[in-house]
């Protein structure tokens, strides 16, 4: 088991974001949760990262190490847990390069770098062409393809990421989402939250739904697809 959450509660002041939130991901999985906006699902990215606060009583563990006795920083550096936020964050006066260059600075295994940095480049050829190009002056789905690929140089166990898909045509979106299989293919574990819920099914092998801060349904892919509610409520159907 790569990931298990229990009893996650998360409030900010007093209005309560998640109610006991509970779920798995194992090793080597692609997985998603989708909602609406404002259901919780970047609160509960935020929490498994350690960025904010949880509530006592909330348990999670990454491989059987208790996630809360870790800062945030160390949630990568030890952990290999690392997460690309909703709206990417990019540094836009650093080039490409020099972007995923500093995703790497905890790192000590020089040589294992270079060959994580060729395994980008050939992941993401875009990034490959446009190296010293300034972050800022890339298109908003080379922005999420420089993201990607630095979370990947900084903690390749897991990859959590928020909305992937917001704001990009769908063309770069499937291309992005594809590149997302090939690093899981690479041996990374991702973890995603999505509103694009027809994006999610296809990519991911299992899948929960998050409603005002609950979880209301679960199960893989496949059989969700056929799903009535789903259907009616996220699909159009």
């Known amino acids: 088991m790569f990931l ?5 509660h998360v409030s900010y ?14 090793e080597g999985e692609i997985v998603s949760i989708v909602g609406a906006n404002g259901a919780g699902k970047s609160t509960l990215l935020r929490a498994i990262s350690r960025l904010i ?9 990454c491989r059987g190490k208790d996630l809360l006795r870790y800062p945030p920083e160390k949630v990568v550096s030890e952990l290999g ?3 690309v936020p909703e709206g ?14 500093l995703a790497t600075f905890a790192r000590k295994d020089k040589k294992a770098i270079e060959q994580d940095l060729k395994l980008v480049f050939s992941i ?8 010293r190009q300034k972050g800022g002056t890339l298109s908003g789905g080379e922005q999420q393809m420089l993201a990607v690929g630095r979370a990947f140089l900084s903690g390749r166990g897991a990859m959590l990421l928020d909305e992937p898909s917001m704001g990009l045509a769908p063309l770069l979106m499937m291309s992005v989402f594809q590149s997302l299989l090939q690093i899981n293919h690479e041996g990374t574990t991702i973890l995603l939250v999505e509103q694009n819920v027809r994006i999610a099914l296809q990519f991911s092998k299992r899948l929960y739904v998050l409603q005002n801060g609950y979880l209301v349904m679960e199960g893989y892919s496949a059989d969700l697809s056929g799903d009535p509610e789903i259907k009616r409520t996220y699909l159009g159907g």
């Open 124 to 131: 993401f050829p875009r990034l490959d062409e446009r190296q």
């Open 81 to 83: 847990i690392s997460h």
């Open 4 to 8: 298990s959450v229990e009893n996650l």
């Open 88 to 101: 990417r964050h990019i540094f836009d006066n650093l080039t490409v390069l020099e972007n995923l260059r």
């Open 53 to 61: 606060p949880v509530e006592p009583g909330s348990r999670m563990t």
């Open 13 to 26: 002041e007093k209005i309560r974001a998640l109610h006991g939130i509970g779920f798995q991901v194992e």
